[in-house]
Nanobody
Framework: QVQLVESGGGLVQPGGSLKLSCAAS????????LSWYRQAPGKEREREFV????????TDYADSAKGRFTISRDNAGTVYLEMKSLKPEDTAVYYC????????WGQGTQVTVSS
């Protein structure tokens, strides 16, 4: 059974940092790309790509994330999203995603950037 469990969200002031985690299980973790997406308030039908990491360690970022966010993975089934210099527009529910022929999503973790 494929499971993706996100954690690490919270309330942070503009300019602050957070590190999100996604614990993956139920598939061969090292064989697949994992991605982070986010869904902003008022955009319930739109999940925006944030970052992706493939099994070789290569990464890809949305323009909004470049230079501020870093995606990484360990060998134990967890993918991370380290976010710095956070802005109010980064406020969203952040989701982990994997495509295994069908797409799986985690339950999401809320990130709120506000003073």
């Amino acid at each position: 059974q494929v499971q993706l469990v996100e954690s690490g969200g919270g309330l942070v002031q503009p300019g602050g940092s957070l590190k999100l985690s996604c614990a993956a299980s139920g598939f061969t973790f090292e064989d697949y790309a994992l991605s982070w997406y986010r869904q902003a308030p008022g955009k319930e039908r739109e999940r925006e790509f944030v970052a992706r990491i493939i099994f070789t360690g290569l990464t890809d970022y949305a323009d909004s994330a470049k230079g501020r966010f870093t995606i990484s993975r360990d060998n134990a089934g967890t993918v991370y999203l380290e976010m710095k210099s956070l802005k109010p527009e980064d406020t969203a529910v952040y989701y982990c995603r994997v495509d295994l022929g069908r797409t799986y999503w985690g339950q999401g973790t809320q990130v709120t950037v506000s003073s």
